[in-house]
């Protein structure tokens, strides 16, 4: 039964707990180590390795909706194509101005050399969209409709999957129509569900919007953490506590951090694997997929979903390597199980955006069909992976997902020679 554009949720407890084993639970929070990789726990749990061994994202795209990404950093040589600077602040989409999107893009993609880390689905591609957080909205005159921009742009590139590891409090009517409209052309749209469950548990945008899948986060224990969002917009759950990212804007080390954006991210990486490896299914099969082979706790009831972690944690390796969950039908949205109307998934739309290059400015082919700041974002607890103190995710975090939470926003819009100040809240989740 739909209610509100949704499935109906089933409230499991406090705490619904989740499948997800590791060997890594007592790793101490103070990391140490040089390099981030070692810190991944979550790729060991998921068996990551196992799942390489048959599909590692190649001919897939991820559009990152976020602060920016800086396509020189090692891990992310030759990962990041053309993108645009919706944001219209100081520089491009390459130039990030927290940190916070480039991590993002290491989390999907990264290779993992000289250190950094290593993507989910390292052989995908993303493609940079940059919008403002409520500090850069605070420092510089920006494009106060620059997320719902994005998406529009992202929706007519080659990108089968869009992430957004931010988060408002606040609905816009522009916003879902633009996530309508990604949905019509066949995207998947995941966004961190928010970090303050603490704090009042407030909705957050996009996760929230029927069109959005809603990541929550998990610890290292499998269960879901709790400064993670809840409620009947929670879709899927996804590792979020002690992940390792840029500490600031600097990008010189890593530390550790919590946050739905990390939750997001792997979830848009989770979808760029199973997409790759299955390039002939649309969007809703690929979700569906997802829904299915989630793990989910020892007291959930066959038939209901989560309020905490939706359909459950994602779970790559239970279908790539198990065959766990069924596409389905492929025009059928699995989460409002209403037709979508969108294109095949697998080929790539024509972009009427940026043509896809290459950071460097080298032309690439279209890949084949294929996650920025998730709502409140702020890490919870964050030590630094490389002997540092700081949070990577304190800055940019803003409570359920790690993701950009706009807050008073200082963006100047001329409307009939006046000047309009448009205020939005926006961090990352």
């Known amino acids: 039964m739909i209610e509100g554009g949704r499935l109906r949720r089933a409230l499991l407890g406090t705490t619904a707990s989740v499948v997800l084993a590791t060997a890594l639970v007592g790793v101490a929070p103070t990391a140490v180590a040089a390099d981030a990789r070692s810190q991944q726990w979550y790729l060991d749990a998921m068996g990551a390795e196992d799942i390489w061994k048959k599909t590692t994202g190649a001919g897939i795209t991820v559009a990152v909706i976020d602060t920016g990404v800086d396509p020189d950093r090692p891990s992310l040589k030759g990962k990041v194509l053309k993108g645009w600077d919706a944001a219209e602040a100081e520089g ?64 007519d590139s080659e990108a089968q999957i869009i992430n957004i590891s931010m988060a408002s409090d606040y609905y816009s009517e522009e916003e879902r129509e633009a996530l309508q409209y990604a949905q019509k052309k066949g995207k998947l749209v995941f966004a961190g569900a928010g970090n303050n469950a603490k704090k009042g548990n407030k909705k957050q945008y996009p996760a929230s919007y029927p069109e959005v899948v809603a990541v929550a986060a998990t610890t290292r ?15 899927l759950a996804a590792p979020g506590s002690q992940i390792p990212g840029y500490c600031d804007k600097s990008l010189s ?36 997929a997802m829904f299915e082979s989630a793990g989910r706790g020892d007291d959930w009831k066959p038939g ?13 390796n239970a279908h790539i390597n198990r065959g766990i969950g069924n596409p389905g039908d492929p025009n059928i949205s699995p989460l409002t199980n209403e037709p979508t109307g969108g294109a095949a998934a697998g080929s790539a739309t024509p972009s009427t955006a940026p043509s896809a290059t290459t950071s460097e400015g080298a032309s690439t082919a279209p890949s084949a069909t294929a996650s920025t700041q998730a709502p409140d974002g702020k890490p919870t607890s964050g030590s630094a992976v490389a002997g540092s103190t700081e949070s990577a995710a304190s800055a940019e975090d803003g409570g359920g ?29």
Request: include cysteine.
């Open 92 to 155: 491009d989409e390459t130039d990030d101005y927290d940190g916070h999107g480039t991590t993002i893009a290491e989390v999907i993609v990264g290779s993992g050399a000289q250190g950094g880390l290593r993507g989910l689905a390292p052989d995908a591609k993303v493609i940079p969209y940059r919008v403002s957080n409520t500090e850069l909205q605070n420092e510089q005159a920006v494009n106060a409709f620059d997320v719902e921009e994005a998406i529009k742009i992202a929706a």
């Open 221 to 235: 224990d499998g269960v879901v953490a709790d400064y993670s969002q809840h409620g009947e917009a929670i879709d």
């Open 253 to 288: 080390k890593y530390c550790l951090s919590d946050g739905t954006s990390f939750s997001s991210a792997l979830a848009s990486a989770t979808a760029a694997l199973i997409w790759s490896a299955h390039p002939d299914w649309t969007g809703n099969q690929v979700l569906r």
């Open 304 to 316: 209901t979903v989560s309020t905490k972690a939706g359909h459950g944690v994602i779970r790559p």
């Open 401 to 429: 997902k790690t993701g950009i939470i706009i807050g008073a926003v200082a963006a100047v819009v001329v409307l009939a020679g006046v000047g309009v100040v448009i205020a939005r809240k926006r961090c990352t989740a």
